[in-house]
């Protein structure tokens, strides 16, 4: 399978190109390959397996729906309204009323586009602000506006009037400041920028955030960065967009992870565990001020997948029943205190995370050049002792665990063994 894939695919694909192995089945936090080898899956489809493979609710809802209609397009049906109601149900309840949903799909790239698109239109504005270090996806406009510049070489160039601004990313702060000591310096830069009429940035139509950079490394943001990021947006009247593709449907702990930042974003982009399977689905939660589009002025063919519905129906029901939030907030304190028993390595330079996603930044070489390789060794002897985990950040040098919200405690030990046992016997 392998060979085949190398000779007949194109070689820009995603994650598991680093990771040589066909897997075949698929069972809560657990995969097979073909060679009947089993590991433990910490990269759960990029986030997108929220209740692991093939949750038997899941599955069933889904079978269910099989038979009655699958695909839907923009038509009003029973199991898209009770995805509706679903999602606008998991919202605060201050924001229910005044959201509106647009399906965007397939994915996550497609609804930053039109939550970029809605801005524009309801602002009658051009310029966009984001973040360096950021991903927001692969089309034109969710590349452009990516501050993780690898992710973009070699294509040059992005879209014109796309503005990065440092984003709070304190182990390799923008302004060279401690955290300890600083007063969150970094949004102080878009503050004066924005506020200063003859600053030479036009008042943009969107600022656009992710509230812990997945693929750039797990990065949670201050608290206090969002605050005031909020706070001037909504001072200035410059729509907040939260890209929650990656941090939606509970991976940090709650629901959405604007709802820990203590505040309330304008438009909210949301896709990968949506479905909970891997069913594609994208949206935008908006608040109805922004509602300026034209009938029939953002369309597509894929938006009506009615098998995505009736599993998101049922995910949201089955995390709600296991309070599977709790889980992820429990899970995620027993990953954090695990992998401080390998903070001491000298190899380890910070151990980041929200929820269930976790990331361990790996240090640069004694001469200060990245050590890319110390990660993918990392990551290629983990998968050995059965463990998959993916890498991101700069250079490749963050290890990620990123597994199903649902994972039991005795896996979580399980992985974290591998991981530090690997990590302990990490040559530098
Ligand atoms: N935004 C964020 C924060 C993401 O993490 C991703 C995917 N990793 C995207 C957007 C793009 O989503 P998709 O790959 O489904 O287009």
Known sequence: YLARQEQTESNARSYPRGLPIAIERGQG????????NVFIDFLAGAGVLSL????????????????????????PTPAKAAFVEAQLAM?????????KIHFC????????????????TATGRGDVVSFQGGFHGATATAMALTGLVAQKSPVANGLPGVHFFPYSSCTR???????????????????????????????P?????????????????????????????AELDIPLIVDEVQTGCGRTGTWFAFEQYGIEPDVVVASKALSGVG???????????????????????FRGNQLAFAAGVEAVRVIERDDVLGNVRRRGEQVSKRLAEIAWHPAVRDIRGLGLMWGIELTDAPDGTPAPELAAKVRDSVLHEGLILELGGRDDRVVRLLPPL????EVVDMACDILIGVLGRLGL
Not at 52 to 75: I, S, Y
Not at 177 to 193: F, I, K, Q
Not at 406 to 409: D, L
Request: charged share 20%; with cysteine.
């Open 29 to 36: 936090s657990f995969v097979r390959d073909v060679d009947g």
């Open 52 to 75: 692991g493979h093939n949750h038997p609710e899941l599955v069933a809802a889904m079978v269910d729906q099989l038979g009655v209609l699958t695909h839907g397009l923009d038509f």
């Open 91 to 99: 919202l605060p309840p201050t924001m229910r009323e005044r959201t």
């Open 105 to 120: 799909g397939p994915t996550g790239a497609n609804a930053v586009d039109a939550a970029i698109k809605l801005c524009k």
């Open 173 to 203: 702060c923008p302004l060279g400041l401690r955290p300890d000591t600083c007063a969150t310096n970094c949004v102080e830069y878009l503050e004066r920028s924005l506020r200063d009429p003859n600053g030479g940035l036009p008042l």
């Open 205 to 233: 139509a969107a600022v656009i955030l992710e509230l812990v950079q997945g693929e750039g490394g797990v990065i949670p943001a201050r608290p206090e960065f969002v605050r005031r990021v909020r706070a001037l947006t």
């Open 279 to 301: 069913a594609p689905v994208a949206v935008i939660l908006y608040d109805r001020k922004l509602d300026a589009w034209k009938p029939g002025s953002h369309t597509g063919t």
């Open 406 to 409: 649902n994972v039991t405690a």
